[in-house]
Nanobody, 115 residues
Framework: QVQLVESGGGMVQPGGSLSLSCAASGNIFSNNVMAWYRQAPGAERELVAR???????TYADSVKGRFSISRDNAKNTVSLQMNWLKPEDTAVYYCNLYDWRRDYWGQGTLVTVSS
């Protein structure tokens, strides 16, 4: 079993920055994908960014150039640096780990972008 604990989030004005972090613990395969998803009110959960243990990354078009994902394989952590935030970035952000067997999810952390 794998546990994911997120930190960060909160409220920020448009144009501001926030950083999210997620720590994974438990029975973690070294070959995995760690990612951030988000779910806005009334919308489906969507991929924001993901990073394989080998380092390759994928970003949603809506966040390219503004968000940056990074991870520390030794510490089993993943972070999301969010810059130039927009009101439409408002959502609950979820940490995800996929170890080629199943998905694991964090509890979610709320990001609100509002003036």
């Amino acid at each position: 079993q794998v546990q994911l604990v997120e930190s960060g989030g909160g409220m920020v004005q448009p144009g501001g920055s926030l950083s999210l972090s997620c720590a994974a613990s438990g029975n973690i395969f070294s070959n995995n994908v760690m990612a951030w998803y988000r779910q806005a009110p009334g919308a489906e959960r969507e991929l924001v960014a993901r990073m394989r243990s080998g380092g390759s990354t994928t970003y949603a078009d809506s966040v390219k150039g503004r968000f940056s994902i990074s991870r520390d394989n030794a510490k089993n952590t993943v972070s999301l640096q969010m810059n130039w935030l927009k009101p439409e970035d408002t959502a609950v952000y979820y940490c995800n780990l996929y170890d080629w067997r199943r998905d694991y999810w964090g509890q979610g952390t709320l990001v609100t972008v509002s003036s």
